[in-house]
């Protein structure tokens, strides 16, 4: 009976279910009832630990408000009364000036004083003499039955902190300081005439000519009021957040003063505390909680009522307090011991139920485990199968199962990360193929070029032989030629070295149409002369933001395979040959346009079309052409790489392709890339056409070829330089040991006999750390290129450069700080 693994599983699981049930009841229940009462304890100890924490940042709050309140009305007095002053310094300079008498300048500033108001008219200044023992009023505008009289009235000893005669006081300070703050006692004005004595603060300030106290003040009554109106807004909130607030099914948060009036409570907000007695102890209840507050982490244990059955004082209950020493507050959490039990009761029933359940489902689990053991193998199987009909690129292998099942699982995914890894090698090939193509073509091209230079050359040569010299104009057309040829030559080589490494995009604006036109041009000179080429350009000049060689290249790889399909891929019988199309529009923004092309966003785009009358492809090859590695060409023809690096390149342009073939007829490439605005290629920078700039000091010049030795010291000396030659790294660095302190900068050569520019370079940077070096390489992208760099070399010139280059290049490495 138990040899079946399928009974032994369903034996087993019932037996496990079983005990485990067994185990809960018997001894987990009483461990979950506990940990039910600390997690409830500690919800109520944090809940009261919250709520103070709310009501004392509310009481910062409040204490904040106040006292910024009261700062600025201090401020305000004192700019009141700096107002005044100013008012009499300008009498009293009148005066000075003799255009007023003393007498009539006291007057025009006294009047000018008392009609002063500001706050609604409750705001007002008084003027007082500095007399002892004490002072004289000048001008009081409220009350003015104490113009002239002496200040020496028992009423006036009112000064809050000193408890002494207020003008004395006011006097005080401003012969002691000059100016200061005095708070007091004073009738407060208001529309219906003077009010009791209120709380008032004042700023007064000497002016010294005249021994007057100028001094105005500001009641502060009012603050207290908002004080108080801020705590009852803080005492509303805390009703609002306690009602939300459940502690286990029938607790709740309250709070009472030190008066144990109960200030936040669901049933007995308002209650006089002093009422409400223990009926255990017969104490009453609040003045216990004040007591249990002492220690705050301990719980409070009492009996007390329910809501929901407030006559009966038999629930047992517990208490967290928290007492809140500036506003003299006991903020209360608590919760019934009854209804922390409860869920400990009804899970030890749920438990037997759901055992109940497990037992069936069990069994039902039991039933398939067997047959799902070898799921794993079939996933493994599945994937294999998968692989083999599509290929590793979305290849997905499963680990699971048991240690056999996974470890195999393992052993499949490395070697899929493996091919994947050869195949990332394998995409530079595709740019390598695409030379491969071109290179016959190029070379056509790159001995044109040589024929135009050695050509030119052997003319000036014939020319000065037989007539002794060159006419002016017939030297700068011959100049021209021959720099235009090598310019041509020096962009075949960098087209060449472009097409078969690796680069970082650099982005600028690029027009669409010049771009084509080089592609035209090798085109011209490499396809098969069958092949006729056509092109539509559009009326002004279409701008993209582009890295134009990645572009270039994406257009090479259409032309390539649209020069394929129309030779190489036609079938033995049929006629080489066709026609190439490439043309630019412009596709102006619109939702039909976004609708059409979900990949589109809301702004203009040029479309590149190339057009191909080659062999054509059906839905199922359309489908797949981005794919890495497929590819329609027959085997040693294509990587199938081609197509997958220009869908990558199109989009990191944010740009888009779209497809059309039919088998027979040729295809259709659609490249859209968005057109770049107007006011951004206004903020490109134009270069600035200006003469070379000069230099002075000693330049060395390292390289191991003489001709470059010769043109680097015409361009230098030219420029204002002097120089001195090095033919290899070793001499380079002998002449720099005996002169260093003289050359002001060092050209060198990378690739050299006897001694690399890198091995010299050392050495140089041991002699002098600061030395400032330009290195010159027919190949920037070149690992050692960028170890130099990094190596502290300033600067790197690419060969061949022009006159204009190397003068601005060593200008500005030899004049940067």
């Not at 003063?257 to 007695?277: A, Q, S």
Request: proline fraction near 4%; charge should be neutral; charged fraction near 25%.
């Amino acid at each position: 009976m138990f040899k079946s693994l399928g009974v032994r599983i369903l034996a087993s699981m019932i037996s496990v279910i079983f005990i485990t049930t067994l185990v809960i009841v018997i001894f987990v229940q009483r461990k979950i009832e506990n940990e039910i009462l600390k997690v409830q304890n500690e919800n109520a100890l944090n809940l009261v630990n919250t709520f103070t924490l709310n009501v004392e940042n509310a009481y910062k709050s409040i204490i904040f408000h106040e006292e910024t309140t009261f700062k600025n009305r201090k401020l305000q007095l004192k700019n009141i009364v700096n107002v005044a002053m100013s008012i009499i310094s300008g009498y009293y300079l009148d005066y000075r000036k003799g255009i007023i008498s003393e007498k009539e300048a006291r007057k025009k500033s006294i009047s000018e004083i008392r009609s002063f108001r500001y706050d609604e008219g409750v705001g007002y200044l008084w003027i007082n003499n500095t007399d002892r023992p004490f002072p004289r009023m000048i001008m009081h505008p409220t009350l003015p039955e104490l113009n002239g009289k002496i200040l020496n009235d028992k009423k006036f000893n009112s000064a809050l902190g000193i408890k002494k005669n207020l003008f004395v006081a006011l006097v005080d300070v401003c012969l002691k300081k000059g100016d200061g703050y005095v708070d007091y006692l004073w009738p407060k004005p208001t529309r219906k005439g003077l009010t009791e004595y209120q709380p008032k603060i004042s700023y007064v300030k000497i002016f010294r000519e005249w021994n007057w106290v100028v001094g105005s003040g500001v009641y502060i009554d009012d603050i207290e009021k908002e004080k108080q109106n801020r705590l009852n807004a803080v005492i509303k909130d805390l009703k609002e957040t306690s009602s939300k607030v459940t502690i286990t099914e029938s607790g709740y948060m309250f709070i009472f003063n030190g008066e144990k009036r109960l200030l936040v409570h669901p049933n007995l907000e308002g209650t006089d505390g002093n009422k409400l007695i223990n009926p255990v102890t017969g104490k009453k209840i609040f003045d216990e909680l004040k007591e249990a507050s002492k220690n705050p982490e301990k719980p409070f244990d009492y009996v007390w009522n329910k809501p929901g059955d407030e006559d009966k004082y038999i629930y047992p209950k517990r208490a967290y307090i928290r007492y809140f020493k500036p506003l003299d507050w006991y903020i209360v959490a608590s919760i019934y011991l009854d209804e922390i039990e409860k869920p400990g009761h009804i899970l030890s029933r749920n438990i037997i139920l759901l055992s109940i359940v497990f037992v069936f489902i069990a069994l039902v689990i039991s039933l398939f485990l067997a047959r799902n053991l070898t799921k794993p193998l079939i996933n493994l199987m599945n994937a294999a199968e998968k692989i083999e009909k599509d290929g590793i690129a979305d290849a997905e292998i499963p680990v699971s199962g048991t240690m056999e099942t996974r470890e195999l699982g393992t052993i499949l995914a490395k070697m899929i990360t493996s091919i994947e890894r050869t195949e990332e090698q394998l995409r530079q090939s595709q740019k390598m193929e695409t030379v491969g193509t071109l290179a016959g073509g190029l070379a056509h091209d790159f001995n044109n070029v040589l024929g135009g230079i050695t050509g030119t050359l052997s003319i000036m040569d014939f020319k000065l032989k037989k007539d002794g010299h060159i006419e002016k104009d017939k030297m700068e057309d011959y100049l021209d030629n021959m720099i235009g040829c090598g310019n041509r030559a020096a962009a075949m080589v960098q087209q060449l070295l472009t097409l078969s490494r690796k680069q970082e995009m650099h982005f600028s604006p690029v027009d669409i149409n010049t771009i084509i036109k080089h592609v035209i041009k090798i085109c011209q000179s490499t396809f098969d002369k069958s092949i006729k080429i056509e092109t539509e350009y559009p009326d002004s000049p279409p701008i993209v933001n582009a890295d134009a060689n990645q572009l270039e290249q994406v257009l090479l790889n259409f032309c390539v395979n649209a020069a394929h399909a129309m030779t190489i891929m036609r079938e033995g019988s049929e006629t080489w040959g066709g026609i190439l199309t490439i043309s630019v529009r412009n596709i102006p923004k619109d939702r039909y346009f976004s609708k059409y092309h979900a990949e589109a966003e809301e702004k203009d785009y040029y479309c590149i079309t190339v057009k191909d009358t080659g062999v054509g492809m059906d839905s199922n090859v359309l489908s797949k052409i981005y794919n890495p590695f497929f590819t329609t060409k027959k085997k040693g023809e294509g990587t199938g790489l081609g197509l997958s690096m220009v869908y990558g390149i199109i989009k990191q342009h944010k740009g888009f392709i779209d497809a059309y073939s039919e088998v027979g007829t040729g295809t259709t490439f659609n490249i859209y890339l968005p057109s770049l605005e107007v006011a951004d290629i206004e903020k490109t920078e134009i270069k600035n056409i200006s003469e070379p700039p000069r230099g002075e000091g000693l330049i060395l010049i390292v390289d191991d070829e003489e001709i470059m030795r010769t043109i680097a010291s015409e361009i230098l000396m030219s420029s204002g330089y002097s120089v001195i030659h090095a033919e290899n790294g070793k001499i380079c660095v002998d002449i720099f040991k005996e002169h260093h302190h003289e050359i002001k900068a060092v050209l060198l050569d990378m690739v050299m006999p006897e001694m690399s520019g890198k091995e010299a370079f050392i050495h140089l940077h041991d002699i002098d750390p600061d030395v400032k070096v330009i290195l010159s390489s027919g190949f920037k992208h070149d690992e050692r290129v960028t170890d130099l760099l990094n190596m502290g070399v300033k600067s790197f010139i690419q060969k061949p450069y022009t006159f204009k280059e190397l003068a601005e290049e060593m200008h500005r490495v030899t004049h940067h700080r």
